[in-house]
């Protein structure tokens, strides 16, 4: 900024004002700084600027490994939202998707984006039943965070995913209104809140609605396809099922998989309903009904909150918030 005052025959505060955004300067001079700052390639520090306004301009971002393409949408809705607000994104990954060998990772990563000094942080929680002591540090720096996917009961912080008890509830509707009878429910089990609400849902839809129809329910022990585990359990389950309900695609693979060993068609002898509109991955190339969760706009949603908890600068301030987004039936015929 020294040099740049020299060639302009100005004070570094008046350029300091100009190149800032802060301050009203005449148009021919504001014009003329920066011109001469991009023929010098400036570029502001953004640590300086952070030490004397308190923020640094960096948001952190927690997913799991590998991404996956609803991970990756979710990512793009949030980067998206805050490419347009000079807000930089430090995205850091949890390996693998639960368990104590994950909690103790995204600790590490948590920490980590403490001491980056960031803004906010976006989390895909490793634990659903984590404890206000699980967060104490972002607990003690206010430092505002937004979980998004899997729901924090226990702890004070603004909430955005899938209405998945509603999305359970419509399988279930589909599913009836073909006039099916003996119906499957494929599970992760209930230690993860979007297996246990849209389980909820559907077995509340199914009950309150129709006594004369079967539902028996298969409890994976977690999202992967677990092709054996299911065409074990239909091949010894002593009568045919006619409809089934998979709370993910990953499981849905796996159930289409297992239905072709055993020579049984999709749709005709068996109506199959996934979630997750994960599409012709892992070799699948056989696209099934499933439901579009919308995840560019819980990335973009999420951004959304949480930068309204920045600029309030006092997270007690603002109720907790919860978002959940609706998903949307893709019917590809099954």
């Known amino acids: 900024m020294k040099v740049i005052a020299e060639e302009v025959g100005l004070s570094m505060m008046t350029v ?18 920066h011109e001469v700052a991009e023929r010098l390639k400036y570029r502001p520090n953004r640590l ?26 979710v990512l793009s809705g949030v980067h998206d939202y805050f490419a347009e607000r000079d807000t930089s ?83 279930a509707s589909l599913l009836l209104a073909r006039g099916l009878k003996n119906l499957l429910l494929v599970t992760a089990g209930d230690k993860v809140g979007t297996s246990r609400d849209r389980a909820a849902g559907f077995r509340n839809h199914v009950k309150s609605s129709r006594a004369d129809v079967s539902l028996d329910t298969l409890v994976c022990p977690n999202f992967a396809p677990n092709e054996d585990l299911i065409h074990a359990y239909l091949s010894a389950l002593g009568k045919p099922v006619d409809g089934i309900f998979a709370i993910s695609d990953n499981l849905g693979i796996g159930c289409f998989r297992a239905l072709r060993k055993l020579n049984r068609r999709i749709p005709e002898d068996v109506a199959l309903v996934g979630f997750g509109a994960v599409g012709t991955s892992d070799g699948y190339a056989f696209p099934f009904s499933t439901f579009d969760q919308h995840p560019e706009l819980i990335g973009k949603s999420a951004g959304e909150l949480l930068a309204k908890r920045i600029a309030n600068n006092a997270r007690k301030a603002l109720p907790k918030q919860t978002v959940r987004i609706h998903a949307s039936f893709l019917d590809r015929g099954t």
């Open 89 to 171: 994104i430090l995205l850091s990954q949890v390996h693998g998707d639960q368990g104590e060998g994950a909690i103790e990772d995204e600790l590490k990563v948590i920490h980590r984006l403490i001491e980056m000094r960031v803004d906010g942080i976006i989390l895909r929680p490793a634990n659903d039943e984590a404890t206000p002591h699980y967060f104490e540090e972002i607990l003690d720096r206010g430092i505002p965070m937004v979980a998004l996917d899997r729901y924090l009961p226990s702890f004070p912080c603004d909430f955005v995913g899938t209405d998945d008890l509603a999305g359970g509830e419509e399988a």
């Open 16 to 33: 300091s004002r100009v190149l800032s955004g802060n301050g009203k300067v005449a148009p021919a001079t504001a014009q003329k700084i």
């Open 48 to 73: 300086v600027r952070a030490m004397r306004i308190g923020r640094s301009g960096l948001i952190g971002v927690v997913m799991p490994t590998g991404l996956g393409s609803f991970y990756s949408r």
